[in-house]
């Protein structure tokens, strides 16, 4: 299984799930439901090497089918995926089946050509437009001037660090306001470090612009929808909050669709124990 993060996340949000989903039976489970767990880096992000220009994650997505594939010589795979590994996970399903046999996300970044059909679709894209009002500034930025915020940031750890923790507090399921309720400050600061130790924080933002590039949020402009079983996974204080699945249906082959009861954005670090089941159970379908 590949799983993917996001921005401004890293692989320091999966350090909770990589030895469970690998070893089961190491926390009372079965090793029938082990992976081999592959966790890289974004091109451009941390420890990963910058790419020569801008990509979007349907490039991403082809680069991380020849590592599955080319590199490492998996004749299958799972993807799974939050934020951008949302996208890159749905385009791995759309442009690499069968080799990516299946998808598990826990966002829903892609959009339909024919847009929302009937009451509640509708509902749900006004109330999805009001949301995103006062926290898209900082995807407008990225998407088009990526450089010119990426040299004040360069020379501000303050500056990268607010950034970046701005997004974690207004994306998870935090108590009231309190960002420690969910994280710990070790654990923000790791994350923020990956950022700053690397020298990535500009190339990470490349993503945006190159999402734009390829064309942004259709998968498809004839509709077409990934064929491959899909895995949603629904935690109730994501930031792209999701539609309804007659929506989804149009977009993906919904072949498991679960509300969880906690937990945002950064599921794998807000709630492990219920992604890592998640994802074990839908596998359980595949194997």
């Excluded at 599955?68 to 951008?84: I, K, N």
């Amino acid at each position: 299984m590949i799983i993917s993060h996001g921005w401004p996340g890293s692989i320091v949000e999966f350090l909770d799930i990589i030895e469970p989903l690998a070893h089961p039976e190491r926390f009372g489970g079965s090793e029938n439901d082990a992976f081999d767990v592959i966790a890289p880096s974004l091109p451009g992000f941390g420890f990963s090497s910058r790419p020569p220009r801008r990509i979007g994650p349907r490039k991403v997505a082809s680069l991380f089918n020849t590592l599955m594939r080319g590199v490492l010589g998996y004749d299958g795979y799972l993807a799974q995926g939050g934020d951008w590994g949302g996208a890159i996970s749905t385009w791995l399903g759309f442009d690499h089946a069968p080799t990516c046999r299946a998808i598990h996300i826990n966002i829903m970044m892609m959009r339909h050509p024919d847009g929302p059909q009937g009451p509640e679709e509708e509902a749900w894209a006004a109330e999805f437009k009001r949301e995103q009002l006062m926290e898209s500034g900082y995807r407008i930025q990225q998407a088009t001037k990526p450089q010119t915020l990426s040299y004040a940031m360069m020379d501000s750890p303050v500056g990268v660090a607010a950034w970046i923790i701005e997004k974690f507090n207004s994306r998870s399921d935090t108590d009231g306001d309190n960002i420690e309720s969910v994280y710990t400050k070790d654990l923000l600061l790791t994350n923020i470090m990956v950022y700053l130790v690397t020298k990535t924080f500009n190339t990470a933002s490349w993503i945006y612009y190159g999402r734009r590039e390829e064309g942004g949020r259709l998968l498809s402009p004839e509709g077409h929808r990934v064929e491959v079983p899909t895995a949603a996974a629904l935690f109730p204080a994501e930031l792209l909050s999701w539609p309804p699945r007659s929506y989804a249906e149009r977009i993906y082959n919904i072949a498991r669709w679960t509300k969880m009861p906690h937990g945002g954005h950064f599921a794998a670090l807000e709630q492990p124990a219920l992604l890592i089941e998640d994802i074990r159970a839908f596998a359980r379908t595949l194997r």
